[in-house]
Nanobody, 115 residues
Framework: QVQLVESGGGLVQPGGSLRLSCAASESILSMDVMAWYRQAPGKQRELVATITNGGSRNYADNVKGRFTISRDNAKNTVYLQMTSLKPEDTAVYYC?????????WGQGTQATVSS
């Protein structure tokens, strides 16, 4: 059972930045894919970014050029650097990993973009 703990959310003004962290309870070298999802009030959960064990990254169109996903294998942590934030980025952000075809989720961290 993989445990994931997110942190780094908060309140930020439009145009600001946040860095989210997701710490895993075991080596992320064993994870096939690591990802960030988000869910805004009244909306479905959507995929934001993914990073594979080999380092390949993919982003949703609405965050490309603004968000960066990265991983630190030594710290068993995946990050989501969010810049040029917009009010529509307000959501609960969830960390997700896939290990041996099983999905694991964190508890989520709230990011609010508002003036």
């Amino acid at each position: 059972q993989v445990q994931l703990v997110e942190s780094g959310g908060g309140l930020v003004q439009p145009g600001g930045s946040l860095r989210l962290s997701c710490a895993a309870s075991e080596s992320i070298l064993s994870m096939d894919v690591m990802a960030w999802y988000r869910q805004a009030p009244g909306k479905q959960r959507e995929l934001v970014a993914t990073i594979t064990n080999g380092g390949s990254r993919n982003y949703a169109d609405n965050v490309k050029g603004r968000f960066t996903i990265s991983r630190d294998n030594a710290k068993n942590t995946v990050y989501l650097q969010m810049t040029s934030l917009k009010p529509e980025d307000t959501a609960v952000y969830y960390c997700n990993v896939v290990k041996r075809y099983i999905n694991y989720w964190g508890q989520g961290t709230q990011a609010t973009v508002s003036s």
